[in-house]
């Protein structure tokens, strides 16, 4: 009997740590959308979204029932109302991290400019 009762908790331990992880982003815009790790509950998968309006480009990325999942919905203003004000798509996955984060946009180029910026303030310093 203290096998089975072994084995259980074993197997609980193992279900339990096996919650999905995903990347969140509540809202962002265009392919800058600053994410963080979020663990979801039973039931749930990673999803990104995209979505917007006219040239607007928003995204989202995070944890979503699954009956939820591979969708497209329309986003009201307010939530209580009927006026739609952009739809989303939201894909799912069931790995962890699937949702990946997009690097940065520029993050390089940034880089560079910042580097450039101080070698020209140091060069002044030492002239």
């Known amino acids: ?29 265009w392919d800058l959308c600053f994410t963080t790790k979020t663990t979801c509950q039973i039931g749930e998968q990673c999803f990104s979204g995209e979505g917007g309006s006219g040239g607007l480009k928003l995204k989202m990325k995070g944890c979503l ?17 009927n006026t739609t004000v952009y739809s989303m798509t939201k894909t799912c996955c069931n790995t962890d991290l699937c949702n990946a984060a997009p690097g940065l946009p520029g993050a390089s180029a940034l880089s560079l400019t910042a580097v450039a910026m101080f070698s020209l303030l140091a060069a002044n310093f030492m002239v």
């Open 1 to 29: 009997m203290n096998r089975v009762a072994f084995v259980f908790v074993v197997g609980l331990a193992f279900a339990v740590g096996q919650q999905l992880q995903c990347y969140k982003c509540s809202i962002g815009v």
């Open 65 to 81: 029932e699954v009956a939820n999942c591979n969708k497209t919905g329309n986003v009201n203003f307010p939530s209580s109302s």
